[in-house]
């Protein structure tokens, strides 16, 4: 069964600090790696990686995948109180439309 | 505004009631979903539709039952809730082809009494 794990399940910083949050999966057939925020309700897409290395980037939050190891890391740079959210990966299977979700990192940024 | 709208953006009901969650993308996907959202657990797929036709029914109770009647449109009828039912549910929409990340709506947050 396809599994996520996302770790640590929650954290808090200061603004400014820099934190990186991680997620490991085990999936049948992988076809890619999702990373969402969600503040209140609709989780927003951040990233999607489907290449093991290639780090992509988008103002201060990055994101990387290394499918030998089976993780995944995103990054955020100096953090600010409007990055308090919680940060959901998750994983999609080669047959399709299968995205499992992991627990999510619950991130709290305090001024 | 996301491209999926949901609608109510609340909804409480007894266990005895039927009733039912619209969704509405706007995005030209052929590919909507129904998640699950509890507290303290991972979101959770109940139903997806692709092209219109079901593809997966995670072993969800027949309490909940699913209508996708275009490739825009999403329905999730229910009926004789029971309270641990109480939950965010969340609809999403994707293009089948692949490569394509989920965009969600933001939620119908139901509360069964």
């Known amino acids: 069964e396809d599994k996520v794990v996302q770790s640590p399940l929650s954290l808090v910083v200061h603004e400014g600090d820099t934190v990186t949050l991680n997620c490991s999966y085990e999936?049948?057939?992988?076809?890619?790696l999702l990373w969402y925020k969600q503040e209140k309700k609709a989780p927003t897409f951040l990233f999607m990686l489907t290449s093991s290395g290639i780090e992509k980037k988008s103002g201060r939050l990055s994101s990387i995948l290394d499918k030998k190891e089976l993780f995944s890391i995103l990054n955020i740079t100096a953090t600010q109180t409007g990055d308090s959210a919680v940060y959901l990966c998750a994983v999609e299977d080669n047959y399709g439309q299968n995205f499992v979700f992991g627990p999510g990192t619950r991130l709290s940024v305090l001024p | 505004e996301t491209g999926v709208t949901q609608t109510p953006r609340h909804l409480v009901m007894g266990m005895t009631n039927k009733k039912s969650l619209k969704c509405e993308q706007h995005l030209g996907h052929n590919a909507m979903y129904w998640y699950k959202q509890s507290a303290k657990k991972p979101l959770e797929l109940m139903f997806v539709y692709s092209l219109e036709e079901r593809v997966e029914n995670n072993s969800v109770p027949s309490r909940f039952s699913p209508e996708c009647p275009n490739s825009s449109h999403l329905f999730l009828h229910l009926h004789t809730l029971q309270p641990e039912d109480s939950a965010l549910y969340l609809c999403a929409s994707s293009q089948e082809s692949g490569g394509s990340p989920l965009h969600f709506g933001n939620g119908t947050r139901l509360t069964v009494t």
């Open positions: 999936v049948t057939n992988f076809r890619s």
